[in-house]
C-alpha cells in the first residue's frame, strides 16, 4: 500500500552537512509516524529518528542528537533528515521507515521500509 523512496546520500567530507529525503506513495501520509534508520556495514540496522504523523512529536538516537533534525512536509508526502557535522561513523547506508505511532518507529515495529540510500563521511 506505501512505497517509500529515499534520496540525498552522497559522499561529503567530516564536518559538512546532508539532507536526505523520503518521498512516499499513498494518501494515508499523515496518519503514518515515520523514522530514520541506518545500516553500516554489517547485518545491524540502527534507530536514527522518530517524527509522529502530525510532527510535532520527534525522537532521536543519543549519537545524533544536537546535530540531526527530521522534519516531514505532509502535502507534499515527504519526510526529511538533515544532517549536520557529519562524522565518519555516520558513514551507512540510511533507510525511511513508517509505522503506526512514533512508538511503534522507535520500538522497531515498521510497517514499510525505503530501499536506502547511501551516505559515506570521509576525513
Known amino acids: 500500500q506505501v512505497q517509500l523512496v529515499e534520496s540525498g546520500g552522497g559522499l561529503v567530507q567530516a564536518g559538512d552537512s546532508l539532507r536526505l529525503s523520503c518521498a512516499a506513495s499513498?494518501?494515508?501520509?499523515?496518519?503514518?509516524?515515520m523514522g530514520w534508520f541506518r545500516r553500516a556495514p554489517g547485518p545491524e540496522r540502527e534507530f536514527v529518528a522518530a517524527?509522529?504523523?502530525?510532527?510535532?512529536?520527534?525522537n532521536y538516537a543519543a549519537s545524533v542528537k544536537g546535530r540531526f533534525t527530521i522534519s516531514r512536509d505532509n502535502a507534499k508526502n515527504t519526510v526529511y533528515l538533515q544532517m549536520n557535522s557529519l562524522k565518519e561513523e555516520d558513514t551507512a547506508v540510511y533507510y525511511c521507515?513508517?509505522?503506526?505511532?512514533?512508538?511503534?518507529?522507535?520500538?522497531?515495529?515498521?510497517?514499510?521500509w525505503g530501499q536506502g540510500t547511501p551516505v559515506t563521511v570521509s576525513s
Open positions: 517524527i509522529s504523523g502530525s510532527g510535532f512529536d520527534k
Open positions: 521507515a513508517a509505522a503506526n505511532t512514533l512508538w511503534a518507529v522507535v520500538s522497531r515495529s515498521v510497517n514499510y
Open positions: 499513498g494518501r494515508t501520509f499523515s496518519s503514518y509516524a
